[in-house]
């Protein structure tokens, strides 16, 4: 079983759809992160959750809402996206947040969103 | 300045070539460098991380100027399964975990 597991791989929305992305973790980690990867951008950090409770959030619009039920699960809530939100959205876990970093984030494959 | 910079690349080397990359970062009080791997279409995984005495793992190895805010990453006797995008990514205990470069293309070719 794959360490870090995103549903669904693709996603093509309208705009004025409304999805989630889920993301589920199975080694027991305390932190989850929602990345943004468009194409020659280096990856975006969007949101950072640390036992549950978001720690981060990087200026993302407001039509992306994320929600960590319990450590183990992050979904991200779309509605009304934009054609520019066409992205790979990644999720990963890390043991802690602001570790003695031994720095391994293990990443999900990503859900790959097209927006019409 | 963006946080971290690296070689815009792409890389094209043939099999068996030596290949450098190098990686600036701009916050002084980075504390943890790293290398991560990502293959096309594909997520990306830790390479290795970058110790301030250099280190060595097999055919890879990373150095680290904290002075000149520098990390580098030299591949020798290419394989052609190392054609991937090498990613820098940094850390500080202050401010943002984990910021990513833009990442260096590299394809070797046979």
């Known amino acids: 079983e794959t360490g870090v597991t995103q549903t669904p791989r693709h996603l093509v929305m309208g705009m004025t759809n409304k999805k989630s992305l889920k993301c589920e973790q199975h080694?027991?980690?305390?932190?989850m992160y929602w990345y943004k990867q468009s194409a020659k951008k280096p990856l975006e950090l969007m949101f950072v959750?640390?036992?549950?409770?978001?720690?981060e959030n990087n200026s993302v619009p407001s039509r992306f809402s994320p929600e960590c039920p319990n450590s183990s699960h992050l979904f991200l809530h779309l509605h009304t996206l934009q054609p520019e939100d066409s992205a790979l959205y990644l999720c990963?876990?890390?043991?802690?947040?602001?570790?003695?970093?031994?720095?391994?984030?293990?990443f999900g494959e990503g859900s790959r969103l097209t927006v019409l | 300045r963006k946080e971290v910079e690296q070689d815009p690349g792409p890389f094209n080397v043939p099999e068996g070539a030596t290949v450098a990359f190098n990686c600036t970062y701009s916050?002084?009080?980075?504390?943890?460098f790293f290398w991560y791997r990502q293959d096309c279409r594909k997520e990306p995984k830790l390479l290795m991380s970058?110790?301030?005495s250099g280190n060595e793992d097999g055919r890879f190895t990373a150095q680290l100027n904290r002075a000149s805010q520098y990390i580098s990453l030299l591949i020798r006797d290419s394989k052609l399964s190392d054609s991937a995008t090498y990613l820098c990514?940094?850390?500080?205990?202050?401010?943002?975990?984990?910021?990513f470069g833009p990442g260096t293309r590299l394809s070797v070719l046979p």
């Open positions: 990514v940094v850390t500080a205990l202050y401010g943002q975990n984990f910021v």
């Open positions: 959750y640390s036992l549950e409770e978001r720690v």
């Open positions: 916050n002084s009080a980075s504390q943890s």
């Open positions: 970058v110790y301030s």
């Open positions: 080694l027991g980690h305390n932190a």
């Open positions: 990963a876990s890390s043991q802690d947040y602001r570790q003695s970093n031994t720095g391994e984030l293990f």
